[in-house]
């Protein structure tokens, strides 16, 4: 039984992370939160069902708009913050932080004034962790139940 969830998980991965779909998500996130920027000022968060899909997903918000690329942690307006190790990966290698890097970017994330504005996400963040500008999230992810709740919650 496991194995079948499994094998339906990867499935339904495979069409939510086809190329296509990332690009035509990457282009609504960007034109949806400019305008949500000019409204109000505030930041987003981007839940992704997967490791990979966040990593693609960044790549095509930052062909859109490389101006928010940054490759330190104390700069740029979108980060992808997730847990990872050497066996990764090598394009996902940038992404990967301690804890103590982690720190650094969820307190730049927590600072209204920070220009640190959208980070996407699997599962990091989304039970404990408060940012009172965040104001917008977009969900990308099957969910249901108590983790759906707890993840509506932060906005």
């Known amino acids: ?5 499994k094998s339906k998980w990867a499935a339904l991965e495979a069409v ?9 998500i990457a282009q609504d996130i960007v034109d ?7 409204a109000m000022d505030g930041k987003g968060m981007i839940v992704c069902m997967s490791r990979r ?8 918000l930052i062909a859109l708009r490389p101006q928010w690329e940054d490759k330190d942690d104390t700069r740029g ?7 990872g190790g050497p066996v990764d990966p090598l394009d ?8 103590v890097r982690r720190e650094v970017l ?9 220009p640190f504005k959208l980070v996407i996400v699997r599962d990091m963040w989304l039970t404990g962790f408060d940012a009172p500008s965040l104001h917008t999230m977009y969900l990308d992810k099957p969910m249901r139940g108590h983790g759906l709740m707890q993840t509506i919650a932060r906005v």
Request: aromatic share 8%; glycine share 2%.
């Open 53 to 60: 899909i966040c990593v693609d997903l960044y790549k095509a």
């Open 106 to 114: 969820a307190n730049r994330f927590r600072d209204p004034n920070d």
């Open 92 to 99: 996902w290698q940038d992404h990967i932080r301690n804890k």
């Open 1 to 5: 039984h496991k194995e079948k969830l």
């Open 32 to 38: 949806h939160f400019e305008k949500r920027q000019e």
């Open 77 to 83: 307006t979108l980060k992808v913050v997730m847990t």
């Open 16 to 24: 939510v992370g086809s190329e296509k779909r990332i690009h035509l």
